[in-house]
């Protein structure tokens, strides 16, 4: 039996208009390298329409989508989020703890 790797979703949502960017991403393991991570943050800011206006409330989103396993980091504004520093080591929080939901599974499709 083949299993298919639906991979994990990387999301930013502003909760004050319930706006949602998300991206998947197969090979998860990429979004450790820190410059990886901050341009797919960057990316989904840039997507959110109230981005521009210091938008507040902003919510950073890690779901496994082979378990559903989500796991998610509120950020008290927009600009919180766009510090790089700050943009890659939580990228790299949230999928260290979704990874650590995996540990009792027997298949690990996404390639950990």
């Known amino acids: 039996m083949t299993i298919e790797n639906k991979g994990y979703s990387l999301a930013v949502s502003n909760r ?3 706006e949602t960017e998300e991206k998947v991403y197969l090979k998860p ?3 450790y390298v820190p410059d990886v ?4 943050v960057m990316e989904l800011v840039a997507r959110l329409s109230e981005a521009k206006n210091n938008a507040s409330e902003i ?3 890690v779901t496994n989508n082979n378990n559903g ?3 998610d980091k509120d950020f008290t504004s927009i600009n919180e989020l766009k510090d ?3 943009a890659a080591d939580s990228v790299k929080e949230l999928i260290n703890i979704v990874r650590g939901y995996e540990s009792d599974e027997e ?3 996404c390639g950990w």
Request: net charge neutral.
């Open 69 to 71: 396993v989500s796991v």
């Open 59 to 61: 919510v950073l989103t």
């Open 29 to 31: 393991m990429s979004l």
């Open 84 to 86: 790089p520093l700050n």
């Open 16 to 18: 004050s208009n319930n």
């Open 37 to 40: 991570a901050v341009q797919a």
């Open 107 to 109: 298949t690990n499709v």
